[in-house]
C-alpha cells in the first residue's frame, strides 16, 4: 500500500503515469463492478478518466484517486452506454433496409440500374457529406442536422451545396 500511496503523488504528468502502472488493471475492475458493458466501453471509460485525471491532477489528492477515478470513469460508462442505445448507425439501418426490400413492383431494370448508381454517387462522397445529405433525405431540417452534428446552420448549408455539386458533377462525367 505504501507503494501505490507514493506513486499517488500527483504534481507531474510522470507521477499519473506511475501510478496507471500501478492501477489501471484495478481500476477496469473496479469499473466492471458497477457497470455492466462489453470490454470495448469500460476501457474506453477508464482511459477517459486517466486523461481527465492527468488534466485535473493538481486537484485531486492522492489519497483520493482511485475513488476519483472510478467515479469518472463509471459515470463516463453509463454516458457512453446511453450513447449507444441512442445513436443508430445509418449504415446498419441502410444495409438492412436493402436486405430486406424488394425492388417496387413495376421498376425497370433501367429505374433499377438508376438508383444504384444514384447510391455509389453518395457513397463517394466524404463521409460528413454523406451523413449531412442522409439525415436530410430522412427529413430533418437543417437546424435539427447542425444540433446532431455539432455544428452551425451555415456548415449544413455549405455541406449539402457540395455534395449537391459533386454528385452532379459526377453524373456529368
Known amino acids: ?11 507531474t504528468p510522470s507521477d499519473v503515469g506511475e501510478l496507471y502502472g500501478l492501477l489501471a488493471r484495478r481500476l477496469e475492475h473496479i469499473v466492471r463492478l ?15 478518466a486517466w486523461s481527465r485525471l492527468l488534466h485535473h491532477r ?14 469518472t470513469a463509471v459515470h ?16 446498419i439501418v441502410a444495409e438492412d433496409a436493402v436486405a430486406t426490400t424488394p425492388a417496387p413492383p413495376g421498376c425497370s431494370p433501367h429505374e433499377l440500374a438508376e ?10 462522397l466524404p463521409e460528413r457529406q454523406q451523413r449531412i445529405l442522409w439525415l436530410h ?7 435539427e442536422i447542425a444540433d446532431y452534428e455539432g455544428c452551425t446552420l451555415r456548415t449544413v448549408e455549405r455541406q449539402l451545396l457540395r ?5 452532379t458533377q459526377q ?3
Open 76 to 91: 463516463e460508462a453509463f454516458k457512453l452506454l446511453r450513447r449507444d442505445g441512442r445513436e443508430l448507425s445509418l449504415e
Open 58 to 71: 493538481h486537484r485531486v489528492h492522492r489519497e483520493t484517486a482511485v475513488s476519483w477515478l472510478a467515479r
Open 34 to 48: 458497477d457497470v455492466r458493458a462489453p470490454d470495448a466501453v469500460i476501457e474506453d471509460a477508464c482511459q477517459f
Open 115 to 124: 438508383c444504384r448508381e444514384r447510391l455509389a454517387a453518395v457513397a463517394r
Open 1 to 11: 500500500m505504501a507503494q501505490i500511496e507514493k506513486a499517488a503523488s500527483l504534481g
Open 163 to 167: 455534395a449537391r455539386r459533386r454528385i
Open 137 to 143: 433525405a430522412l427529413g430533418l431540417t437543417y437546424a
Open 171 to 173: 453524373d456529368r462525367a
